[in-house]
T-cell receptor, first 113, second 110 residues
Framework: DAGVIQSPRHEVTEMGQEVTLRCKPI?????LFWYRQTMMRGLELLIY????????DSGMPEDRFSAKMPNASFSTLKIQPSEPRDSAVYFC???????????FGSGTQLSVL | GQQVMQIPQYQHVQEGEDFTTYCNSS?????IQWYKQRPGGHPVFLIQ?????EVKKQKRLTFQFGEAKKNSSLHITATQTTDVGTYFC??????????FGAGTRLAVHP
């Protein structure tokens, strides 16, 4: 298995632009998580899905952030409009079963100028 | 809400010295997981502990889960340069989701 695949690896954009991050979970995994990592706040859980349904989005910072999972093999995290404070590494992770080990993707390094 | 605190924030050791990081939760945990993140990399799962007082070993790494299931530790014996990275604990209480600690960054000097 190729593992969790995220794209792009790096994204540099200007403030106000829309940013879309993509994730393909491991086949057969029924949970998908979006995390954000910064030096100041560490690893923060933004949202997670179970069987493509959003379960908990309490970590989504603002209405500017939205996430979708249209099918079992694809998820997106969108930021519109982006702001410099959104600069961070965004990780997608998937797991098989509830509260089991997470498999992380390589992350997307987002820089908003 | 549930919080997972991890200490120390940083640890510098000479190669061959031991290293320990501690994780404490404000609430009782149903399980705890440990991850390692190499510089520039992504978190990689190391182990999961579920039972009160559980101790597990992986070569030079020893993981413990406290009797009250509110704390955990990771101990590395005789560190090597390959141990460099940030070690995270992640706990699950009553919220059905993993909350990560801030991590302990380990530097090993040869």
């Amino acid at each position: 298995d190729a593992g969790v695949i995220q794209s792009p690896r790096h994204e540099v954009t200007e403030m106000g632009q829309e940013v879309t991050l993509r994730c393909k979970p491991i086949s057969g995994h029924d949970y998908l998580f979006w995390y954000r990592q910064t030096m100041m706040r560490g690893l923060e859980l933004l949202i997670y899905f179970n069987n493509n349904v959003p379960i908990d989005d309490s970590g989504m910072p603002e209405d500017r952030f939205s996430a979708k999972m249209p099918n079992a093999s694809f998820s997106t995290l969108k930021i519109q409009p982006s702001e410099p404070r959104d600069s961070a590494v965004y990780f997608c992770a998937s797991s098989h079963g509830r509260l089991t080990k997470l498999f992380f993707g390589s992350g997307t390094q987002l820089s908003v100028l | 809400g549930q919080q997972v605190m991890q200490i120390p924030q940083y640890q510098h050791v000479q190669e061959g010295e031991d290293f320990t990081t501690y994780c404490n939760s404000s609430t009782t945990l149903s399980n705890i997981q440990w991850y390692k993140q190499r510089p520039g990399g992504h978190p990689v799962f190391l182990i999961q502990l579920v039972k009160s007082g559980e101790v597990k070993k992986q070569k030079r790494l020893t993981f413990q889960f406290g009797e009250a299931k509110k704390n955990s530790s990771l101990h590395i014996t005789a560190t090597q340069t390959t141990d460099v990275g940030t070690y995270f604990c992640a706990g699950s209480g009553g919220y059905n989701k993993l909350i990560f600690g801030a991590g302990t960054r380990l530097a090993v000097h040869p």
